[in-house]
């Protein structure tokens, strides 16, 4: 990608489309950019950058605007075969659920600070979890492929930390602790709480090596310390933090940590 990220924004405010805009023009690692004004004109952009072989690599994106808001055009760029890596740029904070779904790269809180601004490129810079295996029969990989989990995948989800949003990528959790409609993610660092509920982060988040150990906790395989079985009680340590492993999620657990072991290393 020698000539730059190709870039679009979308804003339906003119003012605040010309400063991101700037921004993002000011940006070295960003090329070509293109803007619009509404959810219609950022599909035909995108479709149209298709059609000539020069597909669109990120959307910054408003979320409220009239007609097709950001929420439903995010939706619709990930139906697309190479969809463009989506980063939410809202003066609201109750759309992190929908960004998680979408699987947004990032969130952005208006006005947007240049820093976070180059911290959201950096993500989208990035290579693509997918990009190494683009073009590939997975058949090729043989039997052996069956034969273990996935390797761990860089899905995080979006917290508030003294206002701003930021994303927590899943191989930093330790372990999730369910809390009614919320989730707990403890880290090494501190524990943080989003509203997703442990069944959505369990299924989004089982390729990335997690496993349900219990109805209220779902556990980092490569952090589990210690499994211990005493008494017909099944336990597993993790962070120093002893958990309870329910009877019906002990044989699955046990599995998926033999099948880790057996990996090559």
Request: some cysteine; aromatic content about 4%; glycine content about 6%.
């Amino acid at each position: 990608m020698g000539t730059g990220l190709r870039v679009l924004a979308v804003d339906d405010e003119a003012p605040v489309l010309d400063d991101l805009a700037y921004l993002l023009r000011a940006d070295p690692r960003v090329g070509d950019l293109l803007t619009a004004r509404d959810g219609a004109a950022a599909l035909r952009h995108v479709d149209r950058a298709l059609a000539v072989g020069r597909p669109i690599d990120a959307v910054f994106l408003d979320i409220r605007m009239p007609g097709l808001d950001g929420v439903v055009l995010g939706r619709l760029l990930a139906q697309f075969a190479r969809p463009p890596r989506i980063v939410y740029v809202t003066a609201y904070e109750n759309h992190a659920v929908d960004a998680f779904e979408i699987k947004a790269v990032d969130y952005l809180l208006k006005p947007v600070r240049p820093e976070r601004l180059a911290e959201a490129i950096r993500r989208v810079a990035e290579p693509s979890p997918t990009a190494a295996t683009a073009g590939h029969d997975s058949s090729a990989a043989g039997p052996a492929a069956a034969d273990h989990d996935p390797e761990p995948s860089p899905e995080s989800v979006p917290v508030e930390l003294a206002g701003v949003t930021t994303f927590v990528s899943a191989a930093e959790v330790w372990y999730v602790e369910a809390q009614g409609d919320y989730a707990r993610l403890h880290t090494a660092s501190g524990s943080h709480l989003v509203r997703i509920p442990l069944a959505a982060l369990e299924e989004r988040w089982r390729a990335a090596g997690f496993v349900r150990v219990h109805r209220s906790h779902l556990v980092a395989l490569q952090h589990i310390d210690q499994l211990r079985i005493e008494s017909g009680r099944c336990t597993v340590q993790v962070g120093g933090i002893e958990l309870p492993v329910s009877r019906r999620h002990t044989r699955e657990l046990r599995d998926r940590l033999v099948r880790n072991a057996r990996r090559p290393q």
